[in-house]
């Protein structure tokens, strides 16, 4: 596609349930990476893939949070039995090996 | 662990005023870094991007320094107008195989008509 591409844009979710976002990244990028944001702050680093190779999950922050990209294309970022503090603005970029990241529009979660 | 840090936190300048955003990082052992906007409700926008071996990008009105035995980096805009209004961010990618972004909180700028 001509971006990085999230869906949903803006999710609400009650505690407990669990949330699946997505991301479709740039035609052809190898790399995609996921972030959250947090109202006043820049965008921290969660998780990012080559391919389909998961390269470096060291920013998830606890294992109810997983990432995959089966085909090394669209990825999904699953939260299970989200929590209040999980609310947050979820960003994917995608980029080709030597090249900036592009970032979607991400997907804002408010977990109630 | 690297740490960015942007300076000022907001800036509210009158429209046709130059003004420069402050970045530093605590690490020097950097790949590149990056310049971004972010305006409400849509998405980062990259402005500029500057190899580690490189001193200044520019762009139009605006022009990125670094210098990296310092962790600096400052951001320069000419001659603001009201549509400059938004968040700019600073990220850095380290060396190495790792390829993630550190960002900075950002510095929200407002341009008064």
């Known amino acids: 596609g001509a971006g990085v591409s999230q869906s949903p844009r803006y999710k609400v979710t009650k505690r407990g349930q669990d949330v699946a976002l997505r991301c479709d990244p740039i035609?052809?990028?190898?790399?995609l990476y996921w972030y959250r944001q947090a109202l006043g702050q820049g965008p921290e680093f969660l998780t990012y893939?080559?391919?389909?190779?998961?390269?470096?999950k060291s920013g998830l922050p606890n294992d109810r949070f997983s990432a995959e990209r089966p085909e090394g294309s669209i990825s999904t970022l699953t939260i299970q039995r989200t929590e209040q503090r999980d609310s947050a603005m979820y960003r994917c970029?995608?980029?080709?090996?030597?090249?900036?990241?592009?970032f979607g529009q991400g997907t804002r979660l408010t977990v109630v | 662990k690297q740490e960015v840090t942007q300076i000022p936190a907001a800036l509210s300048v009158p429209e046709g005023e130059n003004l420069v955003l402050n970045c530093s990082f605590t690490?020097?052992?950097?790949?590149?870094l990056q310049w971004f906007r972010q305006d409400p409700g849509k998405g980062l926008t990259s402005l500029l991007l500057?190899?580690?071996?490189?001193r200044e990008q520019t762009s139009g009105r605006l022009n990125a320094s670094l210098d990296k035995s310092s962790g600096r980096s400052t951001l320069y805009i000419a001659a603001s107008q009201p549509g400059d209004s938004a968040t700019y961010l600073c990220?850095?990618?380290?060396?190495?195989?790792?390829?993630?972004?550190?960002f900075g909180s950002g510095t929200q700028l407002t341009v008064l008509p």
């Open positions: 970029a995608s980029s080709s090996l030597y090249t900036e990241a592009f």
């Open positions: 893939f080559n391919y389909e190779a998961q390269q470096d």
């Open positions: 990220a850095v990618r380290p060396n190495g195989s790792a390829r993630q972004l550190t």
């Open positions: 035609s052809g990028h190898v790399s």
């Open positions: 690490d020097s052992a950097i790949y590149n």
């Open positions: 500057i190899q580690s071996s490189q």
